[in-house]
């Protein structure tokens, strides 16, 4: 008969599996202590970026006097509204970049920004012939998920795009200029913006926290033109004086997107089918009158431009009255003069396409006829005041003119 003994490990075995029991334990206690630490840094260093994003914001309310941002450290010009979060339209939030980070000749090791182009369908039907095509989005996809040829491939990444140039193009039978070269004057000489490592455009400003087309039409310069109306604010046939200075008060127009600002300057894209000058002053029938009939020129110019606001003073003279330096006169009490022609501070920039901008500045300095074609005129007269809330930084724009007619501002 055999029989069994049942042999007891050894005390110590037994203290050594307890000690390995009660060490798994704290290391596993450990490990969630690093972790709610890890979080709480990791938060702590999210609160502080913060912190710092916003001590900047007020930083830069206090300093921007330029349409294309403020001045930084070093002497070269921040933009500030390009790297505004949510993306306008969108929850999107740019990657953080401080002041300090915005050149591209500063190393940012970590910068990760997120990638938006809105889609061609997302644009007015009429614009959507202009729309650039997302290359982006067919550099970065991968041939292992597609079923084109290797040919078909290379053609949809690789468009032929003039950069840094002007293109004739013909679509859907119409003929346009497509205008890549930048309006931004650089020691006397147009710049030529460079390309980054997938060759698409980088924003001659710097980082903006965000890649891709945005809300844009156009990789790289998206060209504009403006204009900013004015007149003396009068009391009965009386200029409104302050502190001895005369006020000035200008037209606008109401804000057709989802932006914070309700009123922006007269004004539009230029697209390649239509002359500039053209522009401005079809829009400004279409946003100050309503009135939608204005046709299209690619032959009007910067002269017929000039003589179209001319019609709007009220007491007319046969051709120009006076032409001194860059001012130009063509009635009494008349003057023209482009203001500003370069980089756009705008929310809808991003680090491959930016808005460049000429504005133009028409003023009456006498008595003029937009009150007799105004239904409700007191609501497109507004008084250039700080206080006004305008589209992106026109309000900069405003502060210049009110320094260049000596008005009040405050």
């Known amino acids: 008969m ?48 913060v912190s710092r994003i916003y001590l900047e914001d007020i930083k830069h309310l206090l300093m921007q006097q330029d349409v294309k941002g403020v001045q930084g450290a070093k002497g070269q010009t921040l933009h500030i509204q390009s790297r505004q ?21 500063v190393p940012y090791t970590v910068y990760d920004p997120k990638i938006y182009t809105q889609a061609e369908s997302a644009f007015a039907l ?36 003039i950069w840094n ?16 070269r930048s309006w931004i004057m650089q020691d006397g000489y147009t710049l030529r913006y460079s390309l980054d490592s997938v060759n698409l455009p980088r924003n001659p400003m710097g980082r903006t926290g965000i890649r891709g087309r945005g809300r844009l039409h156009r990789w790289g310069p998206n060209h504009e033109i403006n204009a900013v109306v004015t007149r003396w604010r009068r009391r ?57 009939e204005a046709e299209k020129s690619v032959h009007f110019n910067e002269h017929d431009m000039e003589s179209f606001f001319a019609m709007f003073v009220g ?10 330096g860059s001012e130009v006169e063509l009635a009494p009490g008349f003057k023209s003069k482009m203001i500003y022609c370069g980089y756009v501070d705008d929310p809808r920039n ?28 007191e609501n497109f007269w507004k008084e250039v005041t700080p206080a006004i809330r305008l589209y992106a930084n026109q309000g900069t724009i405003l502060q210049a003119v009110a320094r260049m007619h000596e008005a009040f501002y405050g």
Request: glycine share 6%; proline share 5%; hydrophobic share 35%.
């Open 236 to 292: 009965g046939d009386e200029f409104l004086l302050v502190e001895g200075r005369k006020v000035l008060e200008f037209l606008v127009a109401r804000v057709d997107d989802s932006s914070s600002a309700e009123w922006t300057l007269p004004g539009g894209p230029v697209l390649g089918d239509e002359s500039m000058y053209s522009i401005v002053c079809r829009t400004f029938m279409e946003k100050i009158f309503g009135e939608k």
């Open 350 to 377: 991003t680090d491959n396409a930016w808005v460049e901008a000429e504005v133009w500045n028409f003023h009456y300095n006498l008595k003029d006829t937009f009150n007799t074609r105004l239904r409700e005129w």
């Open 126 to 161: 009429f614009e959507q012939m202009f729309v650039d095509e997302d290359i982006l989005a067919l550099t970065m996809r991968e041939p292992g998920n597609m079923e084109e040829t290797s040919d078909q491939l290379s053609a949809q990444t690789a468009p032929v795009i």
């Open 2 to 49: 055999l029989t069994y003994s049942l042999r007891m490990p050894p005390l110590t075995d037994l203290c050594f599996v307890s000690s390995m029991g009660s060490l798994k334990e704290e290391l596993r206690t450990q490990k969630k202590g690093v972790k709610r630490l890890t979080d709480r840094v990791v938060e702590l260093e999210k609160v502080m970026n």
């Open 165 to 180: 140039g002007l293109a004739k193009e013909e679509i859907n039978g119409i003929k346009i200029d497509v205008d890549r």
């Open 85 to 105: 979060s949510p993306y306008p339209g969108t929850t999107i939030h740019r990657f953080p970049v401080f002041d300090k980070y915005v050149p591209w000749e």
């Open 315 to 324: 007491e007319r003279a046969e051709g120009p009255v006076s032409q001194g």
